[in-house]
């Protein structure tokens, strides 16, 4: 069974900076495409960042130059890099993975979420 946890969100102060990862495991084949979406409260989910397979990226407009979004193959996980963080980037943030797993079809697949505050 396929899993796709996250790890690393927390109380930061405005200008400061998190890592949040993001973890596939279990009979997987394959995985493509791996994307970091947040959702703040009362607001609907938005595309943070995105990683091909060949590593293109691309990001939001209102994170461009301050988030990274990175992945290690060998280990199935796609990497955030929060920096210079604003609240306006509070929200929980969610991974999104498209794996193929073994003997079956690719499909996406979502984390559980894990919260990031900015508030001093």
């Known amino acids: 069974q396929v899993l796709v946890v996250e790890s690393g969100g927390g109380l930061v102060q405005p200008g400061g900076s998190l890592r949040l990862s993001c973890a596939a495991s279990g009979g997987i084949f394959s995985i493509t495409a791996m994307a970091w979406y947040r959702q703040a409260p009362g607001k609907q989910r938005e595309l943070v960042a995105g990683i091909t397979g060949g590593r293109s990226t691309n990001y939001a407009d209102s994170v461009k130059g301050r988030f990274t979004i990175s992945r290690d193959n060998a280990k199935n996980t796609v990497y955030l890099q929060m920096n210079s963080l604003k609240p306006e980037d509070t929200a929980v943030y969610y991974c999104?993975?498209?794996?193929?797993?073994?003997?079956?079809?690719?499909?996406?697949?979502w984390g559980q979420g894990t919260q990031v505050t900015v508030s001093s």
């Open positions: 999104n993975a498209d794996i193929r797993p073994l003997g079956s079809s690719a499909r996406a697949y």
